[in-house]
């Protein structure tokens, strides 16, 4: 918590320094030329080409705030298609001194702002990212921003490394739960009442909870063999929808299922994906590559 208070500090300070020095110059040069216009001063003259000369200056210490970045992409987690996710970014400082207010840009108009990188030092930020499409994917087009330290100079400099990933179908469509109410008549008998649970419309209308119903609130009964399923079938050519809808789906129950530990197989039409052989991250890359 200290640290986050300490980040949010240092950041805010960075951004009312720049934006002071860059009013406190505007005010010089409009005084400055006002006095040398009424007046004719030469040393006014003399001042005023100093002043230009310190503002132009800034261009090249924000030139070296940036030039000793080094930009890698670090190892990621998964990534689903149409779900806003993080691309871990490591940035290290080979200079001598600190790096001051940089922003790094990415796609669709992503950024982040990094107030301070130490001296030969390495820190790792997050990017927000959307991937539109599953499957294989390229990253490109980041850079780096810096207006430091009077923001009269905007200077960027592109990252040339790409970032190659895989990004997993969108997991939408229904819950776990609401599939295994479908399939109930075929995982045996009831047993025990186990608590409520929101009605989607996908459950049977003789587990409403009328008492629920009366408060104005939908619920249905849940039961314990609705849950303890020791095995899941899932079949592609049953569900409904588009390959992508079928997918998606698919994807969800996956992520429930791991999620609950529960075993599964899915049948494709040529392949069936068996949970207690192979990863959930080696099921999700097949139905990325369907």
């Known amino acids: 918590m200290k640290s986050l208070l300490k980040f949010i500090q240092i950041r805010r300070s960075v951004k009312q320094h720049a934006t002071i020095f860059s009013l406190v110059v505007v005010i010089m040069l409009f005084g400055l030329f006002m006095e040398a216009y009424m007046h004719n001063f030469n040393l006014v003259y003399i001042t005023l080409f100093f002043v230009f000369a310190f503002a132009f200056s800034a261009g090249h210490f924000g ?3 940036i030039i000793h970045l080094q930009v890698t992409f670090a190892k990621q987690g998964r990534i689903f298609a149409n779900k806003e996710s993080q691309l871990r970014i490591n940035i290290h400082n080979t200079s001598k001194t600190d790096a001051w207010a940089i922003v790094l840009h990415g796609k669709e108009n992503a950024k982040i702002e990094i ?9 790792t930020v997050l990017l927000p990212c959307t991937i539109h499409q ?7 087009g980041c850079f780096l921003e810096s207006k430091y330290p ?8 592109p990252i040339k490394e790409t970032y190659s990933g895989l990004a997993y179908p969108e997991p939408k469509g229904i819950s ?12 045996g008998e009831e047993k025990e009442f186990d608590g409520l649970s929101s009605y989607d419309g996908t459950q049977k209308l003789s587990h409403l909870h009328w008492a629920s ?10 039961f314990t063999k609705e849950t303890k399923i020791k095995n899941l079938n899932f079949i592609y050519d049953t569900l409904k929808g588009d390959k ?9 129950w996956v992520l429930e299922c791991e999620k609950q ?15 207690h052989k192979e990863s959930i991250d080696a099921i999700l890359e097949t139905l990325a590559h369907y």
């Open 115 to 123: 107030p301070r990188v130490k001296l030969e030092s390495k820190i």
């Open 244 to 252: 992508e809808i079928r997918l998606s789906q698919l994807t969800l």
């Open 213 to 222: 119903v009366a408060k104005g609130e939908m619920a249905v009964k849940r």
């Open 261 to 275: 530990k529960l075993n599964f197989e899915i049948v494709l039409p040529k392949r069936i994906l068996r949970s």
């Open 63 to 65: 030139m070296n705030n």
């Open 176 to 187: 776990l739960h609401s599939f295994i109410s479908q399939q109930e008549t075929h995982l």
């Open 134 to 140: 599953r499957g294989n994917f390229t990253y490109t």
């Open 150 to 157: 009077l923001s009269t100079a905007r200077l960027t400099r």
